[in-house]
């Protein structure tokens, strides 16, 4: 079966502008995460979904980062006002019981 | 301090060298992850443990719950393992990060 997707896989834009990115998880898995990883550097937490409520928002670094998940399935990430800092690799995973699943990250680069 | 603790956080090795990378966590868990990320950033899942000991071809991973420490094993290393590793457990009961927190990663260099 599938595995997780996400898109895009590259994403260039310039400071000031909104990005959105997509994470389609494996169909059934309820929990879903979102992660961020910075060049050089670990996994960064950032939001967690069970089924489509968040109870874990505490890695988000500002109020320029949202996230939501429709139908307990697909997740979308929005940055607004992109800064040079948001540069990174934005990983999302889904699970099931305890395994995750990772997809293959959007790279974002903020000029 | 982190709740999960890698060491060493750098590991260059030669062919053929036998590897151990080390993990330990300070919170109760209910399951312990090893991860393998390779350079373009593809995340795979190595083992998923709770007790004892697993095996996969040339990996070994252990854990220990008394003393909250897992290591991964690579026997006759290759360059082909040359990746990071990370260590993840899953928390009891709760927590932040919807229970899974990462260890900061062992990067692994094996040269021909």
């Known amino acids: 079966g599938a595995g997780v997707s996400q898109s895009p896989s590259n994403k260039v834009t310039e400071k000031g502008k909104d990005v959105e990115l997509r994470c389609d998880p494996i169909?059934?898995?309820?929990?879903l995460y979102w992660y961020r990883q910075s060049l050089g550097q670990g996994l960064e937490f950032l939001i967690y979904?069970?089924?489509?409520?968040?109870?874990?928002k505490s890695g988000l670094p500002s109020d320029r980062f949202s996230a939501e998940r429709t139908g307990g399935s697909v997740s979308t990430l929005t940055i607004q006002r992109t800064q040079q800092e948001d540069s990174a690799v934005y990983l999302c995973?889904?699970?099931?019981?305890?395994?995750?699943?990772f997809g293959p990250g959007t790279r974002l680069t903020v000029l | 301090k982190n709740e999960v603790e890698q060491s060493p956080q750098n590991l260059t090795a030669q062919e053929g060298e036998f590897i151990t990378i080390n993990c330990s966590y300070s919170?109760?868990?209910?399951?312990l992850h090893w991860l393998q990320q390779h350079p373009g950033g593809g995340i795979v899942s190595l083992f998923m443990l709770s007790s004892g000991k697993k095996k996969h071809g040339r990996l070994i991973a252990t854990i220990n719950i008394q003393e909250k420490h897992s290591s991964l094993h690579i026997t006759a290393s290759h360059p082909r393992d040359s990746a990071v590793y990370i260590c993840a457990v899953r928390s009891l009961g709760g927590g932040s990060q919807g229970n899974l927190i990462f260890g900061k990663g062992t990067k692994l260099s094996v040269k021909p």
């Open positions: 169909s059934g898995h309820t929990a």
């Open positions: 919170v109760g868990i209910s399951a």
């Open positions: 979904f069970q089924g489509n409520s968040a109870p874990d």
């Open positions: 995973a889904s699970s099931l019981a305890l395994e995750p699943f």
